[in-house]
């Protein structure tokens, strides 16, 4: 789970990010999966992120952050990771 944490305010305090949050975990706890919070910062540099947190590590992404569009996108594309994209309005 890759989250954006605005300059200044608590991740966890705004409303949407506490729902996704409450409806990832519980669902993790119903298949017996594990959760990986991941802020976005540690996305800044996609291809080390890539190699870093994904090979063999995770089998996908959910990403609540869409200040690096392309940029973190494509390589996630080029090398068939599984990723679904919230809030992305356009």
Same mark, same amino acid.
């Given at each position: 789970?890759v989250?954006?944490?605005?300059?200044?305010?608590?991740?966890?305090?705004q409303?949407?990010?506490s729902?996704?949050?409450?409806?990832?975990?519980?669902?993790?706890?119903?298949?017996e999966? $594990?959760?990986?919070?991941?802020?976005?910062?540690?996305?800044r540099?996609?291809?080390?992120? #890539?190699?870093?947190?994904c090979? +063999?590590?995770?089998?996908?992404?959910?990403?609540? $952050?869409?200040s690096?569009?392309?940029?973190?996108?494509?390589?996630?594309?080029?090398?068939? #990771?599984?990723?679904?994209?919230? +809030?992305?309005g356009?």
């Amino acid at each position: 789970l890759v989250m954006f944490a605005p300059r200044g305010r608590m991740l966890f305090s705004q409303s949407f990010t506490s729902h996704v949050m409450a409806g990832v975990t519980e669902e993790a706890v119903n298949l017996e999966w $594990s959760v990986t919070l991941f802020m976005e910062k540690m996305w800044r540099d996609p291809d080390a992120a #890539i190699r870093q947190y994904c090979y +063999g590590q995770c089998d996908g992404l959910i990403i609540s $952050s869409t200040s690096y569009g392309p940029t973190l996108i494509e390589p996630l594309l080029e090398r068939g #990771i599984p990723f679904v994209l919230l +809030g992305a309005g356009n």
